[in-house]
């Protein structure tokens, strides 16, 4: 069975500062993993997808994320941190595009002046 | 840009009602699925549904659940005799059409069901 390992609860870091969110999965095969947001009192937005292929992925809102088998991780990571990005971050991961989604905890990001 | 809507955005139900969750998945969208979130925990997932019939079911989905898909647009969770532990944020999700099937879910922005 698959499972999620987010390490950080919260996150608190400065407008403009650099950003690294944590995500260790378990899986036997090569997974398919996906980072999704959460704003206050809105649904899930996905922010980028890993399914093959070159290990560094592009996302939304200047967000990337890059797999690392030997690692088991897929950590998410923006260079510049906006006051809108602070939200609740999920990853998720899953055998197939179409199968069911397997979350970690979440980390929640505040972001400071 | 195509979404996920869900209605209501909250519903307010007495223990033992029975109550019902409403979708609209992406129109060409095949695979449908709920999800629920309860306060400060992460989410979880309840049922998967695919060519009219439930393709995966965890733990929670026990026989108090069911899914239908009434029409061509609509997908809906019943909830037969509510409990309180059943208050959460329902979270609808959609993914793949006939070109692509592997493509990630795309979620709706959830029913809150509170319990009372």
């Known amino acids: 069975a698959q499972s999620v390992t987010q390490p950080d609860i919260h996150i608190t870091v400065s407008e403009g500062a650099s950003l690294e969110l944590r995500c260790n999965y378990s899986y036997g095969a090569t997974p398919y993993l996906f980072w999704y947001v959460q704003s206050p009192g809105q649904g899930l937005q996905l922010l980028l997808k890993?399914?093959?292929?070159?290990?560094l992925v592009q996302g939304i809102k200047g967000f990337e994320a890059e797999f690392k088998r030997s690692q088991s991780s897929f950590n998410l990571r923006k260079p510049s941190v906006h006051w809108s990005d602070a939200a609740e971050y999920f990853c998720a991961v899953g055998v197939s595009g179409n199968t069911p989604l397997v979350f970690g905890k979440g980390t929640r990001l505040s972001v400071i002046a | 840009e195509p979404e996920v809507t869900q209605t209501p955005s909250h519903q307010v139900t007495q223990m033992g009602q029975e109550v019902i969750l409403r979708c609209v998945p992406i129109?060409?969208?095949?695979?449908f699925y709920w999800y629920r979130q309860i306060l400060g925990q992460k989410v979880e997932f309840l049922v998967s549904?695919?060519?009219?019939?439930?393709?995966?079911k965890s733990e929670i989905f026990d026989d108090q659940f069911s899914v239908e898909r009434p029409d061509g647009s609509n997908f809906t969770l019943k909830i037969r005799s509510t409990k309180l532990e059943d208050s959460a944020m329902y979270f609808c999700?959609?993914?793949?059409?006939?070109?692509?099937?592997?493509?990630?879910?795309?979620f709706g922005d959830g029913t809150r069901l509170s319990i009372l």
């Open positions: 549904f695919y060519n009219n019939e439930i393709s995966e």
């Open positions: 999700a959609s993914s793949g059409d006939r070109d692509e099937a592997n493509q990630p879910q795309h």
């Open positions: 890993y399914f093959s292929g070159d290990t």
């Open positions: 129109s060409n969208h095949l695979y």
